[in-house]
């Protein structure tokens, strides 16, 4: 480099010693050395290697090694190392590159990351709950039922966790407080091989094989009798016990034999059958007639259909049409269908061939044929006659009825067979006549 290049870095670079200027005076002409002859004495720095004792970081001690780095490597700024004695300072060395050197940052870094850290945590721990099994003989044989859901009891748990490097090295329970003591789970077993046999459980709705009597007590005696159950009830159980079951039928709750009852999953149909049982039952001379029949649309198909006595299919072929009569007005449409047939003899007679009339409406006995009416169509006659019986035979003046209007009540005498009897027929014994074909019709609903 060039001298001027020299004398400026040196002009501009104040923290450099007096020596050092003075150095590059002598070497560069600018003054004469001063020669004295003096001991050599050899007082080369040398550096120690720098021991990690403790890998355990040490912040203080890192601060100073680091400090340390820093004034060193402005001491050392030039090329060259020098001797020093206390009269003068000659160079002795050139500066060696280091191809080997020291990554104190890596080393602090990794000092930083070895460290040794304790915590305090406390956390909820259960306690597990007991299991406890308890046979119950209203239960079909094997089956469980659950009755009381087990709960975890709970454990509040302080510990010290020690770690290393973010390792778990150590855990140490300090205190443990009782919060909640566990709730044991109870799950019932079944014993009865009765229920499992029958496919039920108490509370069932279970069906009478056969015509039964009811007992006060699970005592087969005359004095114990409540009374006679028809064949195809329905029933409630509410237990069963050494052949006897414990039942609710309409209120009346008493003991039968328990083979005399059966469920709908051993026998199936039989729910059926107990609907149509109920209905049959309901019928009879003083029944309600201003209100539907319950049955049905397929039961008035199967009531209607398929009667040798219908020659002509006239009330097979209406069978729905008699079914939509009870959503008009309100009414039991095999009331209706059983006067038609009574009157016109299944359809057979003259006036139900000629007039459409199947009801003989209008008809005087002087004069039956001459005086009935005449309808356009079957459907015409079943409707009218319906209308009729509703407004003026089978409820109360003022009566909500259909199409926004109220019964006229002329001739309501009770909505009942023998109530219209008394002003729609002359024969005294025409209500039992319609009662018997009623009872007919609904007999069939077995077949």
């Known amino acids: 480099m060039k001298k001027e290049y020299y004398d400026k870095k040196i002009s501009e670079s104040p923290q450099l010693p007096d020596l050092f200027k003075e150095l590059q005076d002598i070497r560069y002409g600018r003054a004469k050395p001063k020669v004295k002859e003096e001991p050599k004495v050899n007082t080369t720095i040398k550096f120690n290697r720098i021991y990690v004792v403790n890998h355990k970081f040490n912040a203080v001690g890192a601060v100073i090694g680091i400090l340390f780095i820093i004034t060193f490597f402005s001491i050392v700024h030039s090329n060259t190392i020098f001797a020093t004695t206390e009269k003068e300072r000659v160079p002795i060395a050139e500066f060696e590159t280091n191809n080997s050197k020291l990554d104190m940052i890596s080393i602090v870094s990794k000092n930083v990351n070895e460290f040794t850290k304790k915590e305090i945590i406390t956390e909820e721990i259960n306690i597990d709950f007991e299991t406890e099994y308890i046979e119950n003989k209203q239960l079909p044989l094997g089956e469980e039922k659950i009755t009381q859901e087990g709960i975890y009891g709970k454990n509040r748990v302080t510990k010290i966790r020690t770690y290393e490097n973010n390792k778990l090295i150590d855990e140490t329970v300090i205190s443990t407080t009782l919060e909640a003591l566990p709730t044991k789970k109870i799950i019932e077993k079944g014993t009865s091989e009765y229920l499992k046999n029958v496919q039920a459980h108490v509370g069932d709705t279970l069906y009478t094989k056969e015509e039964i009597a009811l007992y006060h007590a699970p005592i087969e005696s005359d004095e114990q009798k409540v009374c006679m159950v028809y064949k195809f009830i329905d029933v409630t159980l509410l237990s069963e016990e050494n052949g006897w079951a414990n039942i609710v039928v309409d209120g009346i709750n008493g003991y039968v034999k ?183 019709l609904y007999g069939r609903l077995f077949d």
Do not use: C
Request: hydrophobic share 30%.
């Open 258 to 440: 328990s083979d005399m009852i059966t469920s709908e999953n051993v026998t199936p149909g039989i729910k059926e059958k107990s609907r149509i049982q109920r209905l049959y039952i309901g019928v009879n001379i003083n029944m309600p007639l201003s209100t539907p029949s319950g049955l049905t649309r397929e039961d008035f198909k199967k009531i209607l259909s398929n009667n040798p006595s219908d020659t002509n299919k006239i009330f097979e072929e209406n069978a729905e049409f008699f079914y939509e009569l009870e959503e008009k007005y309100n009414i039991n449409a095999i009331f209706v269908a059983a006067i038609g047939i009574h009157e016109s003899n299944w359809g057979r007679s003259t006036i139900s061939l000629q007039k459409k009339n199947l009801f003989g409406y209008g008809a005087y006995d002087s004069d039956a044929y001459g005086s009935s009416f005449t309808f356009e169509s079957y459907q015409y006659g079943i409707d009218l006659v319906s209308k009729v019986l509703v407004k003026y035979y089978l409820n109360e003046r003022g009566t909500p009825i259909y199409d926004g209007e109220t019964a006229v009540g002329t001739y309501y005498n009770g909505p009942t067979l023998k109530g219209v009897n008394t002003r729609y027929a002359s024969d005294p014994e025409w209500a039992n006549k319609i009662y018997t074909t009623m009872k007919n």
